[in-house]
């Protein structure tokens, strides 16, 4: 790359970095390798996520992730996980008619009980 391109792109570096063209060379190569492998990473991390959230929604309903997953596939219900998440958080009603048809979908899903409520528990300090 041209000088002035490097510089360029090490505007922000602290230290000799952002104007000694050979340090700044190498910084700016490696910022650059690290930018080409968090943007793999950053899908990964953000797949987890919504695997994650997924999983606190269908808990919540007695249901654990795996089974939740199997029973839309058998009933070719093609949502992906993000818009899953989404519906979890945001849309727990539409969320819930999701699990309910996972649940007959996949008689794994039957056996599972839902988590007993908690009853008004008060302290008193």
Known sequence: MHKDRILKLAKGFRGRAKNCIRIARERVE?????SYRDRRN????????WIQR???GTRQHGVNYGNFMHGLMKENIQLNRKVLSELS?????????LVDISRNAFPGN???LLP??????SIVL
């Open 30 to 34: 490696k910022a650059l390798q690290y």
């Open 110 to 112: 039957k056996n599972v």
């Open 116 to 121: 007993p409520k908690k009853e008004g528990i």
């Open 54 to 56: 997924i999983n606190a």
């Open 42 to 49: 950053k899908k990964r991390d953000m797949r987890s996520l």
């Open 89 to 97: 958080m945001h849309e727990p009603y539409s969320f819930k008619a």
